[in-house]
C-alpha cells in the first residue's frame, strides 16, 4: 500500500478528478456539510494526505464564523466608533474560532504535497500535519471532536484497529465519519460501474500517471471492501452508537457516521 | 430470561458518556459474568449537580440485575434539555444544541445528532411545556377533589390553562417565531400538529364535563383557534406582562362561550377559525423568512 501511493502522490488530485469526472469535489463537500462543524471544533483527517478534506473544513468553519460574528455586530447597533473598531480587531485575530485540524497519514510523500498545496492556497492557520498509521494512531485519548477518513479506510488492513482507535481518541459525544466506495445494489449500474472502473480507470492511470498497476489495484480493492451494512455493523461493533450510512450516486460511494456516547 | 434493550455484543463495551443508573442510585454493581462493562467507569462522565430521576430499567426482572445504561434517547433528551438555555442567545440552532453538549462535557460534534435546523430541539422544548402544563392541571385537579381549591368555571378554567401554557414560551419569546416557521416544515408538521391536538385534548380532558355545549369536533377546533391566535398575538405583544395578551385572550374564550349556543354556528366558526389560523401560521412564517433575509 505504502509504494501505491508514494508513486500516487504527485498525481493524486489529478488522478481523482479524471477518475471521478470531478464528482470527487461534490462527495467531499458533501461529508463536511453532513458534519455541519461550528466554530472551535477539532478535527482528525486521517489518511488525509493531501489536504482536501481540511481545506474545505477551514473553508466551512471560516463562514459560519463569518456568520456568528456578523450576527453579534448587528446586536451591538448603538456602539461607538471606537468599540466597533476594537471589536474588528479581537476578532480578526480568531477568524476560524480556534477550530483546528490535523491532518495524519501514513506516506510522508502525501502529506509533503498536502502541506505544498496549503501553501499555494494560502491555508496558514488552524492546520497540522503528522505521520502516523491508522492502525496505531499517535494522539492521547478523547482528543478530537470528529474523526474523519475519506477514502482511506480501504486502504488499512486492519479495519477494526483502525475504527477501535477512531473510538479511542474521539471525546465523548464525538463523531466518526467515513466517506468510502461501496457497493452499488441497481443492477444496470452496477454492470456500468463494473465496466467503466475496469476499462476505463486503469488506462488513465497509465496515460495520466505512467502507472497501470497502482490503480488496476484501486480499482479491485474497492471490489474487496465491505458493503455499507457490514461496514455499518463493523463501526458498531467498535463501540459507536447511531451508526448510519448515507448512499451517494446510488452506493458508488457511501458515508458512514457514528458517535462515541 | 433477561431482556437486554441492546444487542449482547454491545451491552459489553464501555460507554463513554451513557451514564449507568448505577451511578445515580450508588448501588453496588453485581458481578454476574455478563456485566463485565462495569470494570471502568465511563470516560468523560461529567458528575451531575443538580439530582436527576432515576433511568427506567430495561428488564423485567429487577433493578439489579438490569441494563441499566441510559438509552440514546435518554441522553438525546438531556442534551436537548440542556440546550434551552442557549436559545436565547443562538436561536433554536445546532449551535445551541452544541453549547448544550458542551455543558455535559461532550463534544460539540454531539450536535450532529440532530437536524441542523434545530426542529428536534423545538418539539422537545413543546413536548416539555405540554407535560408541565399536564402536571400543573393534574395538581389543581387533585386540590379541587381534596375540597382545597373552587372547581373554577369553564371560561376561567380554559383562560389560565392557556394562559398558564403561553407564559411558558416568555424566556424564548424573541426567539420563538423563528420556532412556529420551524414547526410549519413540512417534515414537522405530523409532530407539531400531534403535540397541538394532544396539549388542546388534555386542557378540555382537565375541563372536565361542564363543556356540554360543546360537540367533541367543534371543542377541539374552538380551543385551538384560540391558542393559536393567541399566541400570534403574544408575538407581536409589547405591552408590559403582555396585558394585551390576556386581555385578548379573555376576549376570545368570552367569544367561545357565547357561541356556543347553536352547534352548527360553533361548527361554522371552527372552520373558519382553522382558515384563519393557516393564514395567519402562513404570515408568521413569511414574515419570519423576511427577517432572516434581511
Not at chain 1, 238 to 247: I, L, Q
Amino acid at each position: 500500500v505504502y509504494q501505491v501511493f508514494e508513486t500516487v502522490a504527485k498525481k493524486y488530485d489529478v488522478m481523482n478528478d479524471s477518475m471521478t469526472l470531478g464528482i470527487h469535489r461534490v462527495w467531499k463537500d458533501l461529508l463536511i456539510h453532513k458534519m455541519n462543524p461550528c466554530p472551535g471544533t477539532l478535527l482528525l483527517d486521517v489518511a488525509g494526505g493531501t489536504g482536501d478534506i481540511a481545506f474545505r473544513f477551514i473553508n466551512y468553519v471560516r463562514s459560519v464564523r463569518q456568520r456568528q460574528l456578523q450576527r453579534k455586530l448587528k446586536q451591538h447597533q448603538n456602539l461607538s466608533w471606537q468599540e466597533i473598531f476594537e471589536s474588528y480587531q479581537k476578532d480578526k485575530f480568531n477568524s476560524l474560532g480556534d477550530s483546528q485540524v490535523v491532518v495524519c497519514d501514513i506516506n510522508r510523500e502525501m502529506l509533503k504535497v498536502g502541506k505544498q498545496k496549503a501553501q499555494h492556497l494560502g491555508y496558514s492557520e488552524g492546520l497540522s500535519w503528522v505521520l502516523g498509521n491508522a492502525e496505531e494512531l499517535p494522539f492521547d485519548d478523547d482528543q478530537f471532536d470528529v474523526y474523519t477518513i475519506a477514502f482511506g479506510i480501504r486502504n488499512v488492513t486492519r479495519i477494526d484497529l483502525a475504527l477501535q482507535e477512531a473510538y479511542r481518541v474521539l471525546k465523548p459525544g464525538g463523531r466518526f465519519l467515513c466517506l468510502e466506495f461501496s457497493h452499488v445494489s441497481n443492477p444496470l449500474l452496477s454492470r456500468l460501474y463494473d465496466l467503466y472502473s475496469f476499462q476505463v480507470i486503469p488506462v488513465l492511470g497509465e496515460v495520466i500517471a505512467g502507472d497501470w498497476k497502482s490503480y488496476q489495484y484501486l480499482v479491485e480493492s474497492i471490489r474487496q471492501f465491505p458493503p455499507q451494512e457490514e461496514l455499518k455493523a463493523m463501526i458498531e461493533d467498535a463501540g459507536f452508537f447511531k451508526v448510519d450510512y448515507e448512499n451517494l450516486n446510488f452506493g458508488i460511494v457511501a458515508i458512514h457516521s457514528g458517535f462515541k456516547l | 430470561v433477561r431482556c437486554q434493550h441492546f444487542p449482547p455484543l454491545r451491552a459489553l463495551q464501555a460507554s463513554a458518556a451513557l451514564r449507568r443508573a448505577s451511578d445515580e442510585h450508588k448501588k453496588e454493581p453485581l458481578t454476574s459474568s455478563s456485566q463485565q462493562h462495569f470494570d471502568s467507569p465511563p470516560a468523560g462522565h461529567q458528575p451531575d449537580q443538580k439530582p436527576q430521576g432515576p433511568h427506567p430499567s430495561y428488564t423485567g426482572q429487577g433493578g439489579q440485575e438490569s441494563e441499566d445504561y441510559e438509552s440514546e434517547e435518554q441522553l438525546q433528551h438531556r442534551i436537548l434539555t440542556a440546550a434551552l438555555e442557549f436559545v436565547p442567545e443562538h436561536g433554536w440552532t445546532a449551535e445551541a444544541i452544541a453549547e448544550g453538549a458542551k455543558t455535559l462535557g461532550l463534544s460539540v460534534a454531539a450536535a450532529g445528532l440532530f437536524h441542523s435546523d434545530g426542529s428536534e430541539l423545538i418539539l422537545h422544548f413543546v413536548s416539555e411545556c405540554n407535560t408541565k402544563l399536564s402536571e400543573l392541571l393534574e395538581k389543581e385537579q387533585k386540590l379541587v377533589q381534596l375540597g382545597e381549591a373552587e372547581k373554577k368555571p369553564i371560561d376561567e378554567f380554559l383562560r389560565d390553562a392557556v394562559e398558564a401554557r403561553l407564559r411558558m414560551l416568555i424566556p424564548y419569546i424573541e426567539k420563538w417565531p423563528q420556532a412556529l416557521s420551524v414547526l410549519l416544515l413540512p417534515r414537522n408538521i405530523p409532530s407539531s400538529l400531534n403535540l397541538l391536538t394532544s396539549m388542546i385534548d388534555n386542557i378540555w380532558h382537565y375541563a372536565g364535563d361542564q363543556s356540554t355545549d360543546f360537540n367533541w369536533y367543534t371543542r377541539r377546533a374552538v380551543l385551538t383557534g384560540i391558542y393559536n391566535t393567541t399566541e400570534l398575538v403574544m408575538m407581536q405583544d409589547s405591552s408590559p406582562g403582555f396585558e394585551d395578551t390576556w386581555r385578548f385572550l379573555e376576549n376570545r374564550v368570552a367569544d367561545a362561550m357565547t357561541m356556543s349556543n347553536t352547534a352548527s354556528q360553533v361548527q361554522s366558526t371552527g372552520e373558519a377559525v382553522v382558515q384563519g389560523l393557516m393564514g395567519a401560521a402562513v404570515t408568521v412564517s413569511n414574515a419570519e423568512t423576511n427577517k432572516a433575509v434581511r
